[in-house]
């Protein structure tokens, strides 16, 4: 597949369709986000494992709004990029987007639903992913049952803020987690309920099921099952499905606005 | 228009986290985990992710400094250096090599740090050269080299999750070593049981299946017992002790008298409670403790570390995946600072100054004559100012004006020399007393190798230009070096200093840069290019042999609480502060999570004093007193207090006590005694 996208990217700059390409390069055993010019070698260029390149693209677009750049991406990656572009960070006219396809394993590892972008230029579609054991765990618990889950599940937690760094999709300036106010500052575990509820309730018209944050928890707490759960309920309130279409008002936005 | 991610280590603890540097057009801009980084694994703590902050802060230094009628001015590095290289060579001559003394930095890279110690011992002719390892695990060192004959973790990180039995003492894992607690947490998922000794409820005692909570400085009264019941229940290893190691006898004997009564009378440890640990521990198949200050930095810091050693050989724990004496080193590169030499008793790769013939090897390797004696360490070389033998001291990286024992006494110190020379990236409260401030570059701006706590040689790679005017610590000291009209200090490169460290010294034997790689690095020993790397250390025989059982009787702490002074002081850390502060208080996020220091104190002391949650109150020992906020919380035992070190507005080490270790000259900042008082209003 690397092979593949390779021939691709090369054909972007040979057509002159972009000015740069933001992949992932292969440096000495790392593999790590990287932007390609059209004189750069391209033998680096590899699609795996996954990082959160929206947060990449979005920095540096700030910088050069108009510079077309290529970027290689998988279905939740195309996702992240149309809620940053409801919310004004980043410009998807100049986004020429290479869209890979995720292996039957990838599916597997993030129980993705739509392990594919709308365009495919690499590798082949494979079915969605549309049960998760856990959730129905969960779900046959008692509410007592669930609350104990839960607490042990966030007594766990370090407050890395890595939950909040590694979502693409999290762009507050001001982060409220970091104010007194919400949640106590200094203590381990942080404050139970305000720091894990209100990041869930912050992500449930914007997260894109990426599962950044669960990888980046240094405690291994099921954060996607938390936010799963929680947008399930958004989906069926507001009839809201995340990730979809760039025109349509994210319900968190709209409330507000209908509110005054 | 250029956008790179560089893979470099996280500057802060030794846990060896791949980090990569988000670099746009020659700015740092964020930084991002490595996912398949071996030790982290795409996660990172809240100084992680944060460590590329502090690198453009305003503050750093950006020219050399010279004090001029008390005051600093800029001037130029040939200014600067001409003077060091003038004041350095006279004050040699005049008062003779031994009274200078270099403090190395556990913060600056293995080539660095080979270079600061070769320049040391060849140059300025001394093996007055220490750094901030003496203060954590200077008798980890002594005391592992006396059981084993290797002073490191014995085994590696990613094997936590393979133990049956984890007990961890004195080691607040999940504040400071987190990415070592993610793995721990990821084990007890697994079914690892942990056994949590500790004065203080930290966090890892909710995952404890057995938590003794103790007198601090009672250690090996503890593990005496420990060791006894498991004797008793017959539970030892007798083919491991037979095979494996000498002394048992005399072990047996000296635990034999520590009964669970008179442990639990010495340490507070219910003796049910620790006959059940005991049984827990003495029953698994693999074993391993894990353990940090809480039991090094003691005036029995050495027979701490050797009871933990003899506990571990005598249920068959070292040798075997899952299993070993695991000490968790607490700066990015103090296994390193170390391996490579910087310490006043050993040249690189741990060999004594004192064998005649490794006095030859590196003579014949850097051409010069050097000194057969051990150099003076850290406090030591502080106590030698004031009797005169000390004249000069060059600081690299480190800040003892806050991290040191008995603040007041290193400023009388520091303030009494001819020449005190300070290499840093920021003016530290110590670089405030120096003659001349050389500005360093940070990790950032230079490539170098970083050893993690499992012995983990990782390369890290230079994402942007040096700040201001400021340069490589090892490119300062070369410079240096050849205006004193040294030979052999010509490198052109880290990878070049990597080469030279590697001839000499066999635990490096095979690394260079290119095998290093950026992706986990390889585990030492390695000693050739072929070699692969060592997971964990003494496998079917002991770096020294046989294992040596130490008979170790239990001795009181140097200060008890007495009338005038009647509670213990314990020090420490914060997961969202790192030793001084001086990164973590520059770094917007940590300094808003915890803005300055306090005294926890139990409920049941508070209420004698009649002192509330957050009043202001003067804590004060024989060395001097400071005032701090209160908190008031259970998680500490009754008559003991503790007070995080990183805050010099309230520096815990104002009251610490710089008592030592005989045998590895640590100073016991885990215990002194102390008072807590209300403040008139």
Request: some cysteine; hydrophobic content about 35%; glycine content about 8%.
């Amino acid at each position: 597949m690397n092979e593949q996208l390779r021939e691709v990217v090369k054909g972007l700059f040979a057509r002159d369709e972009v000015e740069v390409v933001v992949s992932l390069k292969l440096n000495e055993g790392c593999v790590a986000p990287h932007m390609y010019s059209k004189e750069d070698d391209l033998s680096s260029m590899v699609h795996s494992p996954k990082y959160p390149i929206g947060i990449v693209v979005s920095m540096i677009q700030k910088k050069y709004p108009d510079t077309k750049i290529g970027v290689v991406i998988r279905g939740c990656d195309e996702r992240i990029l149309i809620e940053l572009a409801k919310r004004n960070q980043v410009n998807l006219d100049n986004i020429v987007l290479v869209g890979i396809a995720c292996t039957e394993e990838d599916a597997k590892d993030c129980l993705c639903e739509t392990p594919f972008p709308t365009k495919i230029d690499i590798g082949e579609k494979v079915e969605g992913i549309t049960t998760d054991e856990n959730i129905e765990k969960i779900s046959q618990m008692d509410m007592d049952e669930r609350f104990d889950y839960w607490m042990g599940q966030f007594d766990k937690c370090m407050k890395c803020y890595g939950c909040v760094y590694a979502c693409p999709t999290c762009i507050c300036e001001n982060c409220i987690l970091e104010e007194d106010m919400w949640v106590k500052t200094g203590e381990l575990p942080p404050e139970f309920p305000s720091f894990h509820l209100i990041r869930a309730y912050h992500s449930t018209d914007r997260c894109v099921d990426c599962h950044e944050c669960e990888r980046a928890c240094p405690a291994h707490i099921p954060l996607v099952t938390l936010y799963r759960m929680i947008r399930k309920d958004v989906e069926d309130m507001f009839g809201y499905k995340i990730g979809t279409d760039v025109n349509e008002k994210p319900p968190l936005v709209t409330v507000l606005e209908e509110e005054g | 228009m250029k956008y790179e991610s560089v893979p470099s280590i996280c500057p802060y603890c030794g846990c060896g986290c791949g980090i990569l540097l988000q670099v746009l057009d020659g700015e740092l801009v964020g930084v991002l985990p490595q996912k398949n980084h071996p030790i982290n694994r795409g996660a990172l703590c809240i100084k992680g992710w944060n460590s590329w902050q502090f690198v453009n802060n305003k503050d750093r230094l950006t020219t050399p400094l010279m004090k001029e009628n008390g005051e600093f001015k800029p001037v130029s590095w040939d200014e600067a250096l001409t003077f060091i290289a003038e004041k350095l060579s006279k004050i040699k001559q005049g008062s003779g090599p031994d009274s200078l003394a270099v403090l190395a930095s556990a913060k600056c890279t293995n080539e660095e740090n080979y270079i600061i110690q070769k320049f040391t011992r060849a140059v300025l002719g001394t093996n007055n050269i220490d750094h901030c390892a003496r203060l954590c695990h200077a008798s980890t060192v002594t005391g592992l080299v006396g059981s084993f004959g290797s002073g490191a973790m014995t085994n590696s990180v990613p094997e936590f999750v393979e133990s049956d039995v984890i007990l961890i003492t004195g080691s607040n894992t999940i504040e400071q070593h987190p990415l070592i607690g993610s793995w721990l947490l990821e084990a007890k998922e697994k079914g690892t049981k942990f056994i949590v000794v500790d004065p203080r409820e930290i966090p890892m005692v909710k995952f404890a299946d057995i938590y003794l909570q103790f007198k601090p400085g009672t250690d090996v009264a503890w593990l005496n017992a420990f060791m006894n019941i498991i004797i008793q229940e017959g539970l030892e290893d007798k083919k491991f002790i037979g095979e494996r190691t000498e002394g048992y006898e005399e072990l047996k004997n000296a635990v034999g008298n520590y009964t669970p009564e008179l442990a639990e009378k010495i340490s507070g440890i219910p003796k049910e409670k620790l006959i059940e640990a005991a049984k827990m521990f003495g029953s698994a198949d693999k074993g391993s403790i894990i353990y940090s200050m809480g039991i090094t930095q003691h005036i029995t810091g050495t027979d701490n570390v050797q009871s933990v050693a003899n506990l571990a050989m005598l249920t068959g724990n070292v040798g075997r995946r899952g299993t070993g004496v695991n000490p968790l080193r607490g700066q990015n590169n103090v296994q390193g600072a170390c391996d490579v030499g910087g310490l006043p008793n050993v040249y690189p790769g741990y060999q004594a100054v004192t064998d005649p013939n490794n006095k030859k090897k590196f003579e014949d390797a850097w051409g010069v004559q050097l000194d057969d004696k051990a150099g003076l360490t850290v406090v030591e070389i502080l106590n030698g100012v004031d009797e005169g033998k000390i004249n000069g001291i060059f600081i690299i990286g480190e800040n003892p004006m806050l991290s040191d024992p008995d603040i007041n006494h290193v400023k009388e110190a520091l303030q009494n020399l001819d020449l005190l020379v300070v290499q840093d990236i920021f003016m530290s409260e110590t670089a405030e007393l120096a003659d001349v401030v050389l500005p360093a570059a940070s990790y950032a701006e230079k490539e170098g190798t970083f050893t993690g706590t499992d012995r983990r040689v990782q390369k890290s790679s230079k994402a942007i230009e040096p700040v201001g005017e400021s340069r490589a610590d090892w490119e300062i000291i070369c410079d240096i070096a050849r205006r004193m009209g040294a030979k052999g200090f010509e490198f052109e490169s880290s990878s070049q200093i990597m080469d030279e460290l590697a001839s000499v010294s066999p635990i490096y034997g095979g690394l260079t840069f290119e095998r290093l790689g950026s992706n986990g690095g390889l585990l030492w020993p390695c000693p050739d290019k072929t070699h692969e790397g060592t997971e964990f250390l003494h496998s079917g025989k002991f770096t020294k042999g046989k294992g040596s059982f130490m008979p170790i009787e239990f001795i009181e702490p140097n200060e008890l609480p007495d009338d005038e002074y009647p509670l213990i002081l314990s020090t420490g850390r914060l997961m969202f502060h790192y030793h001084t502060g001086t990164m973590t208080r520059r770094t917007p996020v940590l300094a808003n999570e915890v803005k300055t220091g306090f005294v926890e104190m139990h409920p049941d002391d508070a209420e004698k004093l009649s002192i509330s949650d957050g009043e202001m109150v003067k804590v004060s020992s024989r060395r001097g007193e400071i005032e701090i906020a209160a908190q008031v919380t259970e998680k500490i035992r009754p008559g003991v207090i503790f007070i995080p070190f990183h805050f010099a507005e309230c520096a815990a080490n104002v009251l610490t006590n710089p008592a030592l270790d005989p045998k590895s000259k640590i100073p016991e900042l885990k215990v002194c005694s102390a008072r807590v008082e209300k403040i008139p209003v």
